[in-house]
């Protein structure tokens, strides 16, 4: 029996529309999947210059200017101030694009006259040190131990506690590299993303896209970020990183409404940390956590409570 014209275009029209889907679904995956290089090669691929850079003669301060040289072999400009007697060690790392670590050198005046000792370090790709990748936080812990391996050579620095303490990107590294150097004792963050396919799928959804289309987004940005910086990496992300903090102090700190990185990231990071660490959200959208970050001592509040922070677990 021959089908009847009118089944006959029935099935035409199913025919059509499952090629239309499937047309669809081939084009939504591979968007998804370009999507990842296009958004995050300009944000990567490059040498980050820092246009403001500070002295640390402007705050009193004489720093040792350090190259420090990583297991992969990338030559890492640091600078060292002293403290009589140290305290401990603080290790400032900074953020993704901005600022220079040398913004830290306030910092440094500040906790020196409490009796620690700092070390600021350019991540790799950015400022002084070598590189032409910016790694969001994958690899910057072998710069990281390259300054611990600094540290546990120097006399002065024998017993002393390492204390990791870093902003934004850098919040990423401290706890990136907390997890993974277990020479270091504590850590101290600021604004720190939970993993960067989280960031990714932030970003989407302050753009007006729905969370469940920002969720499928993130394998895609997790494989283009395996394939960027290697399969070893996989797990270097600071929701997975800190669960290795054992009963180490950590100090972990967010602006609630913060624009840069969204404060959703701490309850993230919080989620398989161990119970003891320490968090402190203040109201409002500031990155950097302290309007005064150039001269935090013109926030009290903010140094009092890192220093107790310190002094509590660090004596």
């Not at 029935?10 to 968007?31: P, Q």
């Not at 040498?47 to 030559?75: I, Q, W």
Request: one cysteine or more.
């Amino acid at each position: 029996m021959s089908m009847g014209p009118q089944n006959q275009r029935r099935r035409r029209i199913r025919r059509i529309i499952i090629v239309l889907v499937v047309l669809m679904l081939v084009a939504t995956v591979g968007g998804m999947v370009v999507l990842p290089s296009v958004i995050m090669g300009p944000m990567v691929d490059m040498h980050v210059s820092f246009s403001n850079t500070y002295d640390a003669r402007d705050y009193g301060l004489k720093a040792r200017e350090l190259t420090l040289y990583t297991e992969d072999g990338y030559a890492i400009s640091a600078f060292e101030v002293d403290a009589e007697d140290p305290r401990a060690v603080l290790i400032f790392i900074s953020g993704i694009h901005n600022p220079s670590v040398t913004a830290f050198f306030g910092h440094a005046q500040v906790f020196r006259e409490y009796g620690y000792a700092s070390i600021l370090y350019d991540m790799r790709a950015h400022g002084k040190s070598d590189g032409e990748l910016v790694s969001l936080g994958y690899l910057e812990t072998r710069d990281t131990q390259a300054v611990v391996d600094y540290i546990l050579t120097q006399e002065r620095y024998q017993g002393v506690p390492i204390i990791v303490y870093g902003l934004s990107m850098g919040g990423a590294v401290a706890i990136n590299s907390a997890g993974q150097i277990p020479e270091i004792a504590g850590l101290v963050s600021i604004s720190a993303y939970s993993s960067w396919e989280d960031v990714f799928a932030d970003s989407m959804v302050n753009m007006g896209l729905p969370q469940c289309v920002a969720n499928l987004q993130k394998p895609f940005v997790k494989l283009y970020s395996m394939w960027k910086f290697g399969w070893s990496t996989r797990d270097n992300y600071p929701a997975e990183q800190i669960k290795n903090l054992g009963n180490r102090p950590a100090l972990l700190m967010h602006s609630d409404e913060d624009s840069q990185v969204s404060s959703a990231n701490l309850p993230r990071i919080l989620q398989d940390a161990p119970n003891h660490v320490e968090t402190w959200t203040r109201p409002g959208d500031e990155h950097f956590f302290t309007a005064d970050f150039l001269h935090p001592e013109g926030d009290p509040e903010y140094v009092q409570r890192v220093l107790r922070f310190l002094t509590e677990n660090f004596e």
